[in-house]
T-cell receptor, first 115, second 110 residues
Framework: GAVVSQHPSWVICKSGTSVKIECRSL??????MFWYRQFPKQSLMLMAT?????????EQGVEKDKFLINHASLTLSTLTVTSAHPEDSSFYIC???????????FGDGTRLSIL | DAKTTQPPSMDCAEGRAANLPCNHS???????VYWYRQIHSQGPQYIIH???NNETNEMASLIITEDRKSSTLILPHATLRDTAVYYC???????????FGGGTRVLVKP
């Protein structure tokens, strides 16, 4: 089945640091990638949608200057949390889709802890 | 995309069939029903999807009522590894967003 790889699995860093998370589709070309965030005991919340070669579309309330998304190729998207603070600590999950009517497949998430 | 309603939790016996209901009374004619599950501390896993016909794959069966206002995900022989939160989502095939609701927390007991 389709595989989406996310790296790193977890990261702990100091407040003010910028953190980059990578999302790769390993066996298909992802025309669209999605970034979600999940706080403890809550459901997944979509942060942004990106199409390869285009600027990402952010959901209401998500700061685009804080959460930088790059989808430069059909197999790679990155999310950079700039100047991270403790309130940015969360579980970040990427998702990818190839052909438009095919299911989205998810990575295993990145647990981000900001001290 | 149409909203879905699922019970917040349910227990299932290991080895028995688990039937997970989902109501989507406002579903449109071009919206599919998708099921995902999320095992603790992992990303969601795609299970199955369908439009109006019943669907079956190696993981589960999806039964959609004739009026399409509700559906049931069936795990034929639940195992302890099936303990997870199960999400029922409706979306147009060409739609971008998968919007996650609260899901059903399924606990499979020995």
């Amino acid at each position: 089945g389709a595989v989406v790889s996310q790296h790193p699995s977890w990261v702990i860093c100091k407040s003010g640091t910028s953190v980059k998370i990578e999302c790769r589709s390993l066996d298909f070309q992802a025309t669209t990638m999605f970034w979600y965030r999940q706080f403890p005991k809550q459901s997944l919340m979509l942060m942004a949608t990106s199409n390869e070669g285009s600027k990402a579309t952010y959901e209401q309330g998500v700061e685009k200057d804080k959460f930088l998304i790059n989808h430069a190729s059909l197999t790679l998207s990155t999310l950079t949390v700039t100047s991270a603070h403790p309130e940015d600590s969360s579980f970040y999950i990427c998702s990818a889709r190839g052909v438009i009517n095919q299911p989205q497949h998810f990575g295993d998430g990145t647990r981000l802890s900001i001290l | 995309d149409a909203k879905t309603t699922q019970p917040p939790s349910m227990d299932c016996a290991e080895g028995r069939a688990a039937n997970l209901p989902c109501n989507h009374s406002t579903i449109s004619g071009n919206e599919y029903v998708y099921w995902y599950r999320q095992i603790h501390s992992q990303g969601p896993q795609y299970i199955i999807h369908g439009l109006k016909n019943n669907e079956t794959n190696e993981m589960a069966s999806l039964i959609i009522t004739e009026d399409r206002k509700s559906s049931t995900l069936i795990l034929p022989h639940a195992t302890l590894r099936d303990t997870a939160v199960y999400y029922c989502i409706v979306r147009v095939a060409a739609g971008n967003k998968l919007t996650f609701g609260g899901g059903t927390r399924v606990l499979v007991k020995p």
